[in-house]
C-alpha cells in the first residue's frame, strides 16, 4: 500500500504544482484521474478493446493474476470431474459458469503498460506486440466454453466430450504468450 499512498502524495504535489499562486476558486481542474476508477462499462464480449494504463499498474496485474488462479482452480475441479465415471455435474456447470465469465473478461486484462516492464507477470512482451493473434487465440477459448457450458447443462457424457477442447484453447495461448513455469 506504500506504493498507492506515494502514488497518491505525487499526485497532489504535482497538483499543488501545477495549480501555483494562490487561485481564488479552484481551476477548472482537470479533474486528475486517481486510481481505481471503476471500468467504464461492462467488459464487451470477443475482442475487448485494450483499454489504457492503469493508474497502479502493479496492483492491476496482482488483480489479474489472482483471476487467471480462480480460473485455474475453476478449471481444475472440472479436470478432476473430467477423470471421474459420475463427475459432479452441479459443481462442473458451476465451474463452466465461472470460466465463461473470466474468459468474457480477459481481453480487458491486459492494457498498455501491464506487461514486463512494469512488475512481476508470467505475460510475454509479445501479448502487446501481437495483439490481434493473442485476441483470436481468446475468441476461441471464448467459443468452446460457450460449447462447454451447453455441454455441463446437458450430461456427463457431453461435458467430457466437451472438456478436452476447451483445454485446448488455453495451451494454446499459453505456448505461445505465457513464460514456461519456472522449475
Ligand atoms: C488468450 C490467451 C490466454 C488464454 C486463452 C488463457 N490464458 Fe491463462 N494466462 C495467459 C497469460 C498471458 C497468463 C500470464 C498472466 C500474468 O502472469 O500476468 C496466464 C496465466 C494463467 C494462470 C496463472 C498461472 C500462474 O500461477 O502464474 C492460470 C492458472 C491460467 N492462465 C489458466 C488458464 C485456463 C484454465 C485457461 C482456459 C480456460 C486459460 N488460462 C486461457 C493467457 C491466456
Known amino acids: 500500500m506504500k506504493i498507492k499512498l506515494f502514488a497518491a502524495t505525487a499526485v497532489l504535489v504535482l497538483g499543488l504544482a501545477a495549480c501555483g499562486g494562490e487561485p ?33 499498474p ?34 462442473v456447470t458451476a465451474a463452466a459458469a465461472k470460466v465463461k465469465e473470466y474468459a468474457g473478461q480477459m481481453g480487458t486484462w491486459f492494457p498498455p503498460g501491464t506487461g514486463p516492464e512494469a512488475g512481476e507477470t508470467k505475460a510475454k512482451a509479445i501479448v ?26 446437458t450430461d456427463a457424457a457431453a461435458f467430457k466430450a466437451q472438456f478436452g477442447p476447451t483445454g485446448g484453447k488455453c495451451k494454446a495461448c499459453h505456448d505461445k504468450f505465457r513464460e514456461e513455469e519456472k522449475k
Not at 475453476?74 to 459420475?86: E, V
Not at 502487446?128 to 457450458?149: G, H, I, M, N, P
Open 58 to 91: 502493479v496492483a492491476f496485474m496482482k488483480t489479474r493474476h489472482d483471476n487467471y488462479k480462480d480460473l485455474g482452480k475453476n478449471f481444475k475441479l472440472m479436470s478432476d470431474n473430467n477423470k471421474l465415471p459420475a463427475p459432479d455435474m452441479a459443481a
Open 128 to 153: 502487446w506486440t501481437e495483439r490481434a493473434d493473442f485476441d483470436a487465440k481468446l475468441a476461441d477459448l471464448q467459443t468452446e466454453v460457450d460449447k462447454l457450458v451447453t455441454a455441463a447443462g
Open 24 to 56: 481564488p476558486a479552484p481551476a477548472p481542474a482537470p479533474a486528475a484521474p486517481v486510481a481505481e476508477a471503476p471500468p467504464p462499462e461492462p467488459a464487451p464480449v470477443a475482442t475487448a478493446s485494450v483499454g489504457e494504463t492503469p493508474a497502479d
